[in-house]
């Protein structure tokens, strides 16, 4: 009579006192270990689980734990000037087989399926509170959605994507409005955006943004060209 069993992760076709090694087994020394997932009996009949036999079982004890032998591990890059050598020894278990059990094992029975834990359902958030939260968001979308519609204030040179931006935070969203913005009050807005923006000289800005809303592209470009980095 013999099996086939599953043990650690490996199939091993096995009989009653026969010694095996196997991978590192937790059990201690001298204790007995079932193994219940077998997937084949030879008892004069064949029987096949699928994919392991309800009821059958294969006892073992563990004789002791060892190392296997030692196997060495090179490796090598050809003209790299690469070589590694290492050697290892698996950690193995000994068992020896006391028995097998075709059916009628009790470790075998299907466990009770434990009844799913009850989630409290969460509590609804009280409508009162959500509502200014939905409010102000709706009201800043809206904002957003009917925000005026300006002119590309980058074509003015010295005036990056960021600088645009705070510019329109400010109010100023077309070449016109730029051009009647006071430079004092450029600074301040470059001043209050942070440090990198600080630096920038808006001297020139609302001179290009004159040219820029009459429409004088050319004069703008032949400024531009003649004047580095739109400083005066």
């Given at each position: 009579?013999?099996?086939?069993?599953?043990?650690?992760?490996?199939?091993?076709?096995?009989?009653?006192?026969?010694?095996?090694?196997?991978?590192?087994?937790k059990e201690?020394?001298?204790?007995?270990v079932t193994f219940?997932?077998?997937?084949l009996i030879d008892d004069g009949a064949?029987?096949?689980?699928?994919?392991?036999?309800?009821?059958?079982?294969?006892?073992?004890?563990?004789?002791?734990?060892?190392?296997?032998?030692?196997?060495?591990?090179?490796?090598?890059?050809?003209?790299?000037?690469?070589?590694?050598?290492?050697g290892h020894r698996q950690y193995l278990t000994e068992l020896v087989i006391e028995s097998i059990v075709a059916s009628g094992?009790?470790?075998?029975?299907?466990?009770?399926?434990?009844?799913?834990?009850?989630?409290?359902?969460?509590?609804?958030?009280?409508a009162a509170a959500v509502?200014?939260?939905?409010?102000?968001?709706?009201?800043?979308v809206v904002k957003k959605a009917t925000g005026k519609k300006g002119d590309d204030l980058k074509k003015v040179e010295g005036i990056g994507p960021k600088i645009a931006e705070h510019f329109n935070n400010a109010g100023i969203f077309t070449f016109e409005e730029l051009a009647n913005t006071e430079v004092s009050k450029l600074q301040d807005i470059l001043t209050a955006a942070g440090p990198r923006y600080r630096m920038h000289n808006p001297g020139s800005w609302p001179k290009q943004a004159r040219m820029a809303?009459?429409?004088?592209?050319?004069?703008?470009?032949?400024?531009?060209?003649?004047?580095?980095?739109?400083?005066?």
């Open positions: 009579m013999y099996a086939i069993v599953e043990i650690a992760g490996q199939q091993f076709k096995v009989a009653k006192d026969q010694k095996l090694f196997v991978h590192r087994l201690d020394e001298g204790a007995a219940e997932n077998v997937l064949v029987t096949i689980g699928a994919p392991a036999i309800e009821g059958a079982a294969v006892t073992a004890k563990v004789v002791k734990h060892l190392k296997g032998d030692k196997v060495i591990v090179f490796k090598k890059k050809r003209r790299k000037g690469y070589k590694l050598r290492n094992h009790k470790g075998s029975a299907k466990k009770k399926v434990a009844a799913p834990k009850k989630v409290a359902p969460k509590k609804e958030v009280k509502a200014p939260a939905v409010a102000k968001t709706t009201k800043k809303a009459d429409g004088n592209w050319d004069e703008l470009k032949a400024w531009q060209d003649a004047h580095d980095k739109g400083i005066e």
